[in-house]
């Protein structure tokens, strides 16, 4: 049987993409959100899973304003890499997982949870910029990633409840899925930003620190921010945060978090990142915490000095 064995949650800046694409990741500006990210590679290059599946939105590169799909499931061999703004991202095409994502449209869908199932499609930086903050920069994707296309951009995005609902869904279709696959859940975006009109450049510490705590502990109270909370407290695109509760609905309800990181800013963006693991069945709460939990980063004694001196939040739990 297949299994969830893990949710990681990130934002998906796409300039986070172009430090890396334009090889300036060493600068003090950018040292300081990398180095965030450090422990997060080695938990994936420790975990390995079999497949990812990415909760993320698409931004006007393969679904323009003419289809806006709310919630778009890629069933395809493989995805090519697009991109707005900067053109398409030199990274690795992102291969899916045919069968499982066919087997979660089925389960999905006959669970009465429609969504779009999508047999060609892009990626953009929403999908590939959490995956080189988690596998680094190889020359090919360590795993298939069936990526999940959420509408936050034209108005009405999902409720965070309808979110939750859509994890919930999905689990139980991975649950089904009867070959052995340990499978790690992405939800991308947020933290609080906004990027356009009067209030552009808006970031709130004190509304995205809440929003973490509450997504380990007290999900059930994010399933009930209406949108306009998010946009007010956290701007326009902090709505991007629904997504996050598409990852926490996949998992169970007591998890361990494991890794956190808060810092602020990326471009115009607070960044923010998670990684909650699920319980081994029968295991208790510090021996499952401890089973995967990374060792300390070696980071170089420069990008430490970078990240003392910046706003940075690292929270081994
Ligand atoms: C920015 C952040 C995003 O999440 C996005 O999709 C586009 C731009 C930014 O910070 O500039
Ligand atoms: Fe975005």
């Not at 950018?30 to 931004?59: C, L, T």
């Not at 089904?176 to 790690?184: A, C, G, I, N, W």
């Not at 709505?239 to 471009?267: N, Q």
Request: aromatic share 8%; glycine share 8%.
């Amino acid at each position: 049987m297949a299994r969830i064995i893990a949710g990681v949650a990130s934002s998906h800046v796409p300039a986070i993409g172009a430090a890396i694409d334009n090889h300036r990741t060493e600068e003090p500006y950018w040292q300081r959100v990398f180095s965030g990210f450090e422990e997060s590679k080695e938990w994936m290059a420790k975990v390995k899973p079999d497949v990812v599946i990415g909760v993320y939105n698409d931004h006007a590169s393969a679904f323009s304003v003419e289809i806006v799909p709310t919630f778009a499931l890629g069933c395809a061999a493989e995805f090519p890499p697009a991109d707005e703004g900067w053109g398409p991202r030199p990274v690795p095409v992102v291969k899916g997982h045919p069968q499982l994502a066919a087997h979660i449209a089925q389960s999905v869908i006959l669970d009465e949870f429609d969504l779009t199932i999508v047999n060609k499609m892009e990626v953009d930086h929403g999908l590939t910029v959490p995956m080189n903050l988690m596998f680094g920069s190889p020359k090919e994707w360590p795993c298939p990633v069936i990526p999940l296309a959420v509408n936050v951009v034209l108005y009405p995005p999902p409720t965070g409840h309808r979110c939750f609902a859509l994890g919930r869904a999905i689990r139980k279709a991975v649950e089904s899925y009867p070959e052995d696959l340990r499978v790690v859940i992405f939800g991308t975006g947020g933290m609080s930003h906004q990027i356009s009109g009067p209030r552009a450049g808006l970031i709130n510490s004190k509304f995205d620190k809440a929003f973490l705590d509450n997504l380990t502990k007290d999900p059930a109270k994010l399933m009930r921010m209406p949108h306009v909370e998010y946009m007010r407290e956290a701007g326009a695109e902090g709505v991007e945060m629904v997504m996050w509760l598409v990852m926490r609905g996949a998992l169970d309800d007591k998890i361990d978090e494991v890794y956190r990181f808060y810092t602020v800013p990326a471009s115009n963006t607070a960044v923010g990142h998670i990684i909650l693991e699920n319980r081994p069945k029968g295991a208790r709460r510090a021996g499952a915490a401890k089973r995967l939990a990374p060792p300390k980063a070696k980071a170089k004694a420069p990008a430490r000095r970078a990240a003392a001196r910046a706003k940075v939040d690292r929270v081994r739990t």
